[in-house]
Each structure stands twice: as structure tokens, then as C-alpha cells.
């Protein structure tokens, strides 16, 4: 017996190392691609073709889960954003229908760069979602991306503990709605006196932190 169980578990050594090499090759580049590359940590531009002489079609905003597409070309990479538009707003890239946490905000010519899915009616509104995916290019030496979002949230949460704090007790993330926080930010945000970047990423950060969280963490898996 111990012999047969040595004689399955052999081949498999060199099975792997045989395998490896084997899939880069048929797959140059791909090494790192395609897959979830990270979540912006702050706005980042996204064009229509690579290189920078196009101009962007939009942004994405912080915390927005991109996709790699493909190999870089010359310091620029393909990606894709996922998410829900509103009809008749699709301009602005949603992570989830009726949760306005918004991924991308496009220019005019965006919108073209949007692929969409099905639809979906929101009961309670009235309102239709569809799911729709952008894709384009970024430059990666520029953008700030990070590999997780936890490492977005250490900083937000240190700026919320301590810079929303001054004029009153720290307010319950989960106490309030993704779109409350949208409400509440417009206000609050600008009474830091922090520069906009770090009033986008509190707000981010107490959306995903809010009653809407389970359903944030559920449409980062449907991606
Ligand atoms: C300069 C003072 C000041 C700062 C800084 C401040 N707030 Fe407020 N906040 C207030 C005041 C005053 C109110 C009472 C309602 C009002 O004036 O809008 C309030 C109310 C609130 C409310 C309750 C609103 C409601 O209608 O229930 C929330 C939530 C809130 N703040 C969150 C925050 C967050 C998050 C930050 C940091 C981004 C922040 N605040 C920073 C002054 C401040």
C-alpha cells in the first residue's frame, strides 16, 4: 500500500513544474492579467484607446474595483469597471441598483464605452437599473491603486475618527443608508476642511460601512 500511495503522489511533482512554464508560454503577458488589479485610491482617469492623446472619458472614483483586461501596452492597460446605471442617468456608474456608490462618473463620450446587461425594476422606487460594464484604458505609472480595501479603510477610518469628530460624538456608519451618507457628506464633508479626495474617501468609507454593507460586499463578488 504505501508503495501505491508513493507511486500517485511522484508524477505529480513534475506534472506542476512542467505545467507552469507551460502556461505562461501559451499565455505571454498574462502573468499578471487578467483578474482584479485592485481598487482606485483615488479618482483615476480612464480613456477610450490607450495613450493619453485621446483625453479621458471619464473617472473612476475611489474604491472603485477595477479588472484587468489584459497585458500592459506601452505603460497603459486595458480594464473594466462593472456596476448598475439608472436609465436615463447612465452617465454615472453605480455598485449596486438603487446604491449610489458611485464607480465611474463619465463625460458624454463614456457612455459609449458602457456595455449593458439586464434590467432590473426597483420596487420601491419605480426606478430601472441595468447592469452595465465600462471598459477603456488607464496608464498605470499615474494611477493609485490599491490591492485591497482595507488599506483604503486604515486611512479613512483614522480621518473620520478624528476629523468628524470636532462638533460632535462619532456618528454609527450602520446607522444610516449608503445614499444618506451621499446626503450627509455634501454637508459635513466641506466642515473638515479637508481637501475633496479625503471627504470622497470618508464617504466611501462609511457607505461600505453602512446598513447598505451587506450588499456592497455582495456586489464586489458579482464583478
Ligand atoms: C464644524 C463642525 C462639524 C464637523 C467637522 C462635522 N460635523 Fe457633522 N454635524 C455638525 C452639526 C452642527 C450638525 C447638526 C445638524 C446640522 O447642522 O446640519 C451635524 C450633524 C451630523 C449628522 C446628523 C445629520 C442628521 O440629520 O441626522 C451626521 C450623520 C454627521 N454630522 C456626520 C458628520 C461626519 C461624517 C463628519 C465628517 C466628515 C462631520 N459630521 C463633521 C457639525 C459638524
Not at 36 to 49: C, E, K, N, Q
Not at 134 to 156: Q, Y
Request: charge should be positive; hydrophobic fraction near 45%; aromatic fraction near 6%.
Amino acid at each position: 500500500m504505501p508503495k501505491r500511495e508513493g507511486a500517485l503522489r511522484c508524477p505529480l511533482l513534475p506534472m506542476r513544474a512542467i505545467l507552469g512554464p507551460l502556461l505562461l508560454l501559451a499565455f505571454p503577458g498574462f502573468a499578471d492579467a487578467p483578474g482584479r488589479l485592485g481598487f482606485a485610491a483615488d479618482t483615476v482617469d480612464i480613456h477610450a484607446t490607450s495613450g493619453a492623446q485621446s483625453g479621458p472619458i471619464g473617472k473612476l472614483l475611489t474604491a472603485s474595483p477595477v479588472t484587468a483586461l489584459g497585458p500592459v501596452e506601452d505603460g497603459w492597460r486595458p480594464v473594466a469597471v462593472a456596476g448598475w446605471t439608472l436609465v436615463g442617468a447612465e452617465r454615472a456608474l453605480q455598485a449596486a441598483p438603487g446604491i449610489r456608490v458611485t464607480r465611474a462618473a463619465l463625460g458624454p463620450d463614456g457612455v459609449g464605452a458602457l456595455s449593458f446587461g439586464a434590467s432590473r425594476d426597483d420596487p420601491e422606487t419605480g426606478q430601472t437599473w441595468t447592469r452595465a460594464r465600462l471598459t477603456g484604458w488607464i496608464a498605470v505609472d499615474t494611477v493609485a491603486l490599491s490591492p485591497d480595501l482595507d488599506t483604503l479603510w486604515r486611512r479613512a477610518e483614522a480621518l473620520f475618527a478624528t476629523r468628524c469628530t470636532t462638533c460632535h460624538v462619532r456618528r454609527v456608519p450602520a446607522h444610516y443608508t449608503a445614499n444618506q451618507w451621499t446626503s450627509h457628506l455634501k454637508v459635513m464633508g466641506p466642515r473638515t476642511g479637508l481637501p475633496r479626495a479625503d471627504q470622497a474617501l470618508i464617504r466611501v468609507f462609511l457607505q461600505y460601512h453602512s446598513a447598505d454593507a451587506a450588499a456592497l460586499a455582495a456586489a464586489l463578488t458579482e464583478d
